[in-house]
Nanobody, 120 residues
Framework: QVQLVESGGGLVQPGGSLRLSCAAN????????MAWYRQAPGKQRELVAS???????NYVDSVKGRFTISRDNAKNTVSLQMNSLKPEDTAVYYC??????????????WGQGTQVTVSS
């Protein structure tokens, strides 16, 4: 079983920055895609950013130019640097990682969620 542990959420003023991190714990052979999702109250969960094994990135239009996703394969971690935060970025943020464990077993795991609140 692969567990994801998130950190870095909190309260920040509009225009401020936060950095989210997510570490995958367990025996892992390889990681494919790593991503961050968010869910605001009363809204569906949406994909915020993703990064492939070849470091190709993708962002939802609303965060382009403000958020940066990165990965560290040696540490099995994915991070999300969030700058110029807006109140509409307020949500619970979840990391998602898929890959393979030994003996070819695939996995797709979610973090527990971390609250990001942007408010003055």
């Amino acid at each position: 079983q692969v567990q994801l542990v998130e950190s870095g959420g909190g309260l920040v003023q509009p225009g401020g920055s936060l950095r989210l991190s997510c570490a995958a714990n367990g025996i892992i052979s390889s990681i494919n895609n790593m991503a961050w999702y968010r869910q605001a109250p009363g809204k569906q969960r949406e994909l915020v950013a993703s990064i492939t094994s070849t470091y190709r990135t993708n962002y939802v239009d609303s965060v382009k130019g403000r958020f940066t996703i990165s990965r560290d394969n040696a540490k099995n971690t994915v991070s999300l640097q969030m700058n110029s935060l807006k109140p509409e970025d307020t949500a619970v943020y979840y990391c998602n990682i898929d890959g393979r464990r030994p003996f070819g077993m695939s996995f797709n795991s979610w973090g527990q969620g971390t609250q990001v609140t942007v408010s003055s």
